[in-house]
């Protein structure tokens, strides 16, 4: 049973190695400053193939969020229930992501603070509820 | 082109476990039944529109099937917007003999994700796998729990949706699942990915479904028995990933319900019955709304009180359903609507003249409407 880590591209490393570095990061259009995550080559606004990776503030708030009763991978049999939750950052990009403290009462809207957090070696993005 | 072509036949295969059957010998069983309904020759087919089985991808799968027929079809293929594939390939089968690219067309579909595999609905999503980001099923719950904190929508209201098109499919000899449902039993099934319980999640079926197309002279000229008339049909698009959809609890079913009523001519009060594409609660709930209905966020008030079971305002998905008579991606719908407007539903809408049926696909990505009538 191997856990399941990103597979980071030529693309995606930098966001990863940034995480690792304790910063997370977004990628913003040079033309048109729209902002994005998941990586992409293009900005899916103006099509532009010119952007720089942005250091995000950390701050967002919660759009949704499941709590999963089954495991549909093995290294996550022993976490159940778990959450999975929808957030946006306050610049605008979306992320998946996990909330750390979900006694704190997961609810829409609620305001997240970023909490990088080690996973089998891989930085991961996870926030907390402020 | 509003009415001025059929579905002239339909045909399905047994629903359920079909083990080491394969795709291709399941189309192949549908579409002889749906020829046979119809009353028509295989030698008048002249299209073959087909989608692609989602569980176990095959390049040029349409030709495969066409050659397992001994068809040499003038346009024929695969189309892949998952379960919104069929009554697009109806749309563009009907646009195709419009156009005079052909004049008869089988549309059909087989998957064997009961038997066969189904990593196609439980894989991690890219790289939030390292967050325990896995399944389709997880994209409508977050969806869903959206739709509730957004608009105060209740467990119970989801159930109500559940408990209607469970008993429908009761009801049918055909469906694969025939337990009645109560609302508290709903309530008492257990979550799989939270707000989602097992009960708003459908049934995981192999089978295939075949349905003719052709313009309504033919039908005539080739003594077809009961064709149906098709009133309109529309479709919608969006994202491909649940998260980046700019509001998550609107989806593309409202632009592709606008442009099937305006071929109709008509609007949802016109309606008699509804068959939603039930794969998760949740889609039946924002369909209903996206369609106009009901406006957005009151879908939950909408369905209580029976209103979507047999003998309601709207009646839904009366043979049962993704949820209940099979969990093939949806051309079971556009069979029952066929069959309510022949008058040979086991759930018989008494005078009933017309029929939405919506299908869809991916995670409420693709969606595709089709309106049938007298």
Redesign the interface.
Known sequence: MS?????PTPL?QPYWDALKQGRLTFQRCRKCSHSWL?PRAECPECLAAEWDWTQASGKGRV????????A??EA?RE?L??N?T?VELDEGP?????IVNPDAGI???KPVTLQIED?HG?A?A?FALT | MRGKYVIAGIGHTKFGRLPGRGTVSMNVEACRNALADAGIEKSAVDALFVKVPTSKYSSMYGQTLAEAMRLQPKVGGVWDQGGATNISMISFACMAIDAGQCEVAIVCLADDPKTGTRQAY??????????????VA?GY???M??HM??YGTKPEQFGEIAVAVRNHGANNPHAALRVPLTLDKYMES???????RRDDICLVSDGAAAVVVMSETRARELGVKAPVKILGFGQGQTSYDV??RPV?TETMAKASAQTAFKMAGLAPKDIDIAQIYDCYTIAVMMTLEDYGFCKKGEGGKWVEGGRVAAGGELPINTSGGLLSETGMPGLQLVMEGVRQMRGTSVNQVKDAETCVVSNQGGIMTTHSTLILGH
């Open positions: 856990f399941p880590l990103p597979e995606s998941p759009i949704s969020w499941v709590i999963y009763h089954h549909y991978h996550f976490r229930p778990y999975v929808l979306r992320l998946i992501t996990n609810a829409a809207e996973e891989v991961l996870r | 439980e894989k991690a999503w890219g790289d939030d796998g390292a967050y325990g980001w896995f399944s997880a719950g977050l969806t729990q959206r904190a957004e257990p979550f799989i990915i939270e707000p989602l998260p980046l998550l």
